[in-house]
């Protein structure tokens, strides 16, 4: 079982649908996670950081962290069509990544449709 | 704020030769510093961590002969790819380490012919 099981997609929704991405995890000790957005032969941008378990708001983004079910989801309002990239959650078990890095999941392949 | 650069963006090397890429900080300064590759339709994994003024940290599998990681400077990591071969063409994305995550540079495109 890999540690970050991500759904590489493709996830394709109309325009101004509402988008919602996931990750589970094995390692219980992650603590911080991450979701980043990387658009075709670019780095990955990051766009929400969490540490406790619950919701974080962003604009049209939400990230939730369910650590007893080790879960986490984000969820994207009114998506657009500059949305479309691949979405990657990342954990680690230490504030920045600390001495481990980040583990990344697989990525998931979001396309909006105008 | 929290800007990494890298350098070059794309790299065409003939097999055999040693590649050099940059990573910076731009506006902040970083003790620790991430190498990452990423092959085709696949995740980031981690080569290397990387730690200014001491040796890096490589992970398991990674040749650390091979790859070579200087982290001179709180704003400045290398890494160099010695001897390239066809199979090391991947996406290497660097990342810089401030208090609550890591932000990434844009990537170098490595492909040796």
């Known amino acids: 079982q890999k540690e970050v099981e991500q759904d590489p997609g493709p996830l394709s929704v109309p325009e101004g649908a509402i988008v919602s991405l996931n990750c589970t995890y094995s390692n219980s000790a992650f603590q911080y996670f991450m979701w980043y957005r990387q658009y075709s032969r670019k780095g990955p941008e990051l766009l929400m950081y969490?540490?406790?378990?619950g919701n974080k708001e962003d604009g049209r983004f939400t990230a939730q962290v369910d650590k007893s079910s080790k879960y986490i989801s984000l969820f994207i309002r009114d998506s657009q069509p500059s949305d479309s990239a691949t979405y990657l959650c990342?954990?680690?078990?230490?504030?920045?990544?600390?001495?481990?890095?980040?583990?990344f999941g697989k990525g998931t392949h979001l396309i909006i449709q105008p | 704020g929290a800007v990494v650069s890298q350098h070059p963006s794309w790299v065409i090397c003939k097999s055999g030769t040693s590649v050099k890429i940059e990573c910076r900080s731009l506006?902040?300064?970083?003790?620790?510093m991430f190498w990452y590759r990423q092959f085709p339709k696949q995740s980031l994994m981690l080569m290397a961590t990387s730690n200014e003024g001491s040796k890096a940290t490589y992970e398991q599998g990674v040749e650390k002969d091979k790859f070579l990681i200087n982290h001179a400077s709180l704003t400045l990591s290398t890494l160099t790819v010695t001897s390239a071969h066809p199979e090391d063409s991947s996406f290497y994305i660097c990342?810089?380490?401030?208090?609550?995550?890591?932000?990434f540079g844009p990537g170098t495109r490595l492909l040796v012919l």
């Open positions: 969490t540490y406790s378990s």
């Open positions: 990342s810089a380490s401030l208090p609550e995550t890591q932000y």
């Open positions: 506006d902040f300064q970083a003790t620790t």
């Open positions: 990342a954990m680690s078990r230490y504030s920045g990544g600390g001495a481990d890095g980040l583990t």
